[in-house]
């Protein structure tokens, strides 16, 4: 079930309807304060708010305090008008830091990119290059983790599936440990021959094997101080599991051909994407080692576990495409329906992929549902046409004159067992529809009108509503 993720405090109806049109328009979902008598946590999850035009400030209290305790961190959108601009933006305000003004009328572009800046803003202020970001239960529980045990030694160990960020996480515990100053070395257990692992984690004198033409520091020689991150440790030999326990026990090992006992100052994180509980019982894995590196186990969700937290992560990718001089891109409702309905069998990382992609080919434009990649909108496809059957019945079309199955009729009986967000699939159907007409027309909104049977000043209302005012030539 998707959450409301965004308040809206606005006393005009007008400007109301457009922010959240707005915010719909951009992925969000937004929730009217004047219609909000509660929030649950099943049905709540805030990530911004928005405060504009007040016309009853005990209401307008009693709406922001919907925010519980998310009003401690959450980024806050001011009307540039709002009575309460002063009262946020004061530099003793613990807000300051994390407000944008809007001005109106309002374009959907101004607000896509106030938002986009204050996440940069605020994720500037995390220590180094760390993006480890989202808002949802199951991150906001693997920080709170993070944070507890990073001030210690403890050795980690960190479960998930590949590309859920194992390696961000040890980065981040090191970031926040006292060793901060110290180097952080990571190293892929699995992705070295099991012969030469252990030259790469103890270090060889020369002459010690064929090859071995000069002395050369181990991994945790390197990491002396500081934090060794072994990854894919569920993939380490037996043998090699075996010398790696020693050294745990015993803090002190011997290069490769070497006689002299070096003692080790280092913090270890593992991580594996294996059951190594399994592995275990599988004779794979050795069980002590097992538990001399699970003295704090943390399992990060997969990216299908945590969905509210797509446009975050879009905004994150999008800002560290911005940094390398690529064009950022944006998803229309439609597509992030089509995004949400995917499997993510790749997670965080398939993810960033994909934003990447769709800034290549579409920079600084925004990206439906039919541009996708196909098997991200083989479902979202299968929705709009569900949803422009539904079209066709509000509109009263005849049934077919052979007296079969009216087509719309069948395609009703295709609603998945989940159901689907009706009002955002309709808005992405006719904003699709708009632009072919302006695109048929030349972009002249007359003509564009009669190809859609309305209004020009319908169209022309609908042009603003969506923020594409752009597209307007007469």
């Known amino acids: 079930m998707q959450k409301f993720d965004f308040l809206v405090i606005e006393s005009d109806q007008a400007r109301a309807s457009s922010v959240l049109s707005a915010l719909h328009f951009l992925g969000y979902r937004p929730q009217h304060a004047a219609s909000c008598d509660g929030v649950d946590e099943s049905t709540h999850a805030w990530r911004a708010v928005y405060v504009g035009s007040i016309d009853d400030m005990a209401e307008a209290e009693r709406q922001f305090a919907l925010l519980g305790g998310a009003a401690a961190h ?39 990119e106030a938002m986009r800046n204050l996440y940069a803003r605020l994720l500037g202020g995390q220590s180094g290059a760390l993006r480890f970001v989202g808002n949802s239960t199951p991150m906001v529980r693997v920080n709170a983790l993070i944070r507890q045990v990073a001030p210690f030694d403890s050795s980690v160990l ?83 599991q075996v010398k790696l326990l020693r050294v745990l026990q015993e803090r002190a090992y011997e290069r490769i051909g070497g006689t002299r006992t070096q003692r080790c100052d280092v913090r270890i994180i593992a991580a594996t994407h294996r059951n190594l509980e399994q592995s275990i019982a599988n004779g794979q894995f050795r069980e002590d080692l097992f538990y001399r590196l699970s003295v704090f186990p943390l399992e990060l969700p997969a990216l299908r576990e945590r969905l509210e937290d797509l446009p975050t ?101 295709l609603l998945p ?58």
């Not at 009307?79 to 530099?91: G, I, V």
């Not at 996708?372 to 059957?389: F, H, M, S, T």
């Open 74 to 112: 959450v980024p806050v959108l001011l009307a540039s008008d709002s009575p309460w601009l002063e009262r946020f933006s004061a530099p003793a305000s613990s807000f300051a830091a994390r407000i944008a003004t809007l001005a109106f009328p309002l374009r959907y572009e101004k607000m896509a």
């Open 158 to 240: 960190v479960l998930g599936e590949s590309g859920t960020g194992k390696e961000m996480v040890a980065r981040a515990i090191h970031e926040q440990s006292p060793r901060r100053d110290k180097p952080f070395v990571a190293i892929n257990c699995g992705a070295i021959p099991a012969e030469l692992l252990e030259s790469e984690l103890f270090g060889h004198e020369k002459g010690s094997f064929t090859g071995a033409i000069s002395a050369r520091k181990g991994r945790f020689e390197m990491a002396e101080g500081g934090t060794l991150f072994l990854d894919e440790i569920g993939d380490m030999s037996l043998p090699m």
């Open 313 to 413: 992560l879009i905004d994150e990718f999008n800002l560290r495409l911005a940094r390398r001089g690529l064009g950022v891109v944006r998803f229309s409702a439609g597509a992030m329906q089509a995004l949400r309905a995917h499997a993510w069998p790749g997670n965080v990382r398939e993810l960033s992929n994909l934003v990447e992609r769709m800034a290549i080919l579409f920079p600084h434009g925004e990206v439906r549902s039919s541009e996708l990649p196909e098997k991200y909108r083989c479902r979202q496809a299968a929705d709009e046409a569900r949803g422009a059957a539904l079209l066709a019945l509000m509109e009263d079309e005849p049934q077919s004159n052979d007296g079969g199955v009216h087509p719309a009729d069948e395609a009703l009986r």
């Open 417 to 474: 067992e989940d159901g689907l967000d009706l009002k955002d699939h309709l808005a992405d159907i006719e904003v699709r529809l708009i632009r072919q007409a302006l695109d048929a027309a030349g972009g002249v909104v007359a003509h564009a009108a009669r190809l859609l049977h309305m209004q020009r000043t319908t169209l022309v209302e609908k042009l603003r509503k969506y923020g594409l005012q752009n597209s307007l030539a007469a």
